[in-house]
């Protein structure tokens, strides 16, 4: 074990490992994050802030120097720099876990790999593979860049295979992963923590809404049968021990109206949809990511209350803060913000989770705290 009073290091400084750092520090831990904004969320807090690119030599001899484990926060640090920091001190999860969730092309044939269901796809390395590609689905569908995509960015939508062909175009030739378009009934994810003896706890399964390709909403538990839920996180497991995963693992799922459960993509790290964790289970995902990669026990995963996590974006910000005082007067409310200098469209800037004995009233209390701050949003002109 790797007990409280050790140094752990964070590689990434975003709102992931803010949430990161306040569990490890609850726990006693000192934590080195290594990010090149000055700013971030994650140096605000951390016991030290190295400042430097996630692939300087100077910078990841000193974090292997101080830290007894190094973590991530997120899943684009180049596999040689992390194979550098797991030649001299202990990198969890390893390095080729995170370098499989980096090119969806790699990702989905793994997923298929492990026996489970994906949505039809083609892959298109170059503009001749279009036509082959377009005879693995069914339009419509979705153009993905096959790294560096996330919250809707790198995608879009296609009907035929001359919009396909102006997709690819614009996207500069990318390598890309041409994705059937599912027929949804809902869409869910299972947060997972996997420890160093190949056992696994999954969290509650969390039913996600999407706006403009962004989380908007958390709903726990997942308003999915019992079969559903458990075979979503029979599948995470399965992901995990393929891997041989230590550490947080977050698997999304699209559910189609037909039933079928298909694995959209995975996460080798916390995750935006098991937010809900720190105010509504026993153990958030954050303290169970420190538990896994010191060699911790398991913290319990528990379900405290029914809960809705609502992302609030830099759009609700408009050159203000929002009208806080509408969303702190629900004592079921909670806040968090992430220290964020500056908000922009489409910038998570915090969430807000509301917790209720009744899923249903948890949910309407939610959506109604956040059409008053959108309103006020739009119709304020005041400066704070």
């Known amino acids: 074990m790797i007990l409280p009073g050790a140094t752990i290091g964070m590689l990434g400084g975003g709102q ?99 026996g489970l269901l994906t949505a039809p ?86 039913e996600n809404i999407h706006r403009n390709g962004i989380l908007h909403q958390s709903i726990v538990p997942a308003r999915v049968s019992d079969d559903i839920a458990h075979a979503a996180q029979v599948a995470a497991i399965r992901i995990a021990d393929r891997l041989d995963y230590i550490g947080v693992l977050a698997v999304e799922f699209f559910v189609s109206r037909e039933g079928e459960l298909l694995v959209n993509e995975m996460a080798p790290r916390t995750h935006n949809s098991g937010h809900y964790t720190i105010d509504a289970c026993v153990t958030s995902q954050f303290e169970q990511q420190v538990r896994m990669v010191c060699d911790l026990p398991f913290g319990d995963t528990r379900l405290l209350s029914p809960v809705v996590m609502v992302n609030l974006l830099g759009d609700l910000w408009g050159g203000a803060q929002p009208h806080w005082e509408h969303l702190l007067a629900s004592a079921n409310c909670k806040l968090h913000l992430y220290g964020k200098k500056e908000a922009r469209p489409g910038r998570k800037m915090g969430h807000f989770c509301m917790l209720s004995d009744s899923l249903d009233d948890a949910l309407m209390q939610a959506e109604q705290v956040f059409k008053q701050l959108s309103s006020l949003s739009q119709t304020t002109d005041r400066v704070t």
Not at 49 to 57: E, Q, S, T
Not at 77 to 105: C, F, G, N, Y
Not at 130 to 136: K, N, T
Not at 161 to 166: F, G, H, L, M
């Open 121 to 206: 796809y083609g892959v298109i390395r170059t503009s001749s593979d279009i036509a082959a590609a377009a005879g693995e689905i069914t339009f419509p569908a979705i153009l993905k860049t096959a790294r560096f995509g996330y919250d809707g960015k790198g995608q879009v939508v296609v009907h035929s295979v001359e919009e396909v062909r102006q997709a690819y175009g614009k996207l500069n030739g990318q390598d890309c992963v041409l994705e059937q378009r599912i027929d949804l009934d809902t869409e869910i994810s299972v947060v997972l923590g996997r420890n160093s003896k190949g056992d696994s706890q999954c969290f509650p399964v969390a």
């Open 16 to 114: 992931l490992g803010r949430m990161f750092t306040i569990a490890a520090k609850n726990l006693g831990y000192q934590v080195v994050v290594l990010e090149p904004d000055r700013h971030s969320p994650a140096g605000q807090l951390a016991d030290q802030h190295i400042i430097a690119p996630y692939d300087d030599d100077a910078a990841l001899e000193q974090m292997a120097e101080q830290c007894d484990v190094i973590t991530t926060e997120f899943e684009n640090i180049s596999a040689p720099a992390l194979a550098t920091l797991a030649s001299k001190t202990l990198v969890r999860p390893r390095a080729e876990a995170v370098e499989m969730a980096q090119d969806r092309m790699v990702e989905k044939d793994f997923i298929r790999q492990c």
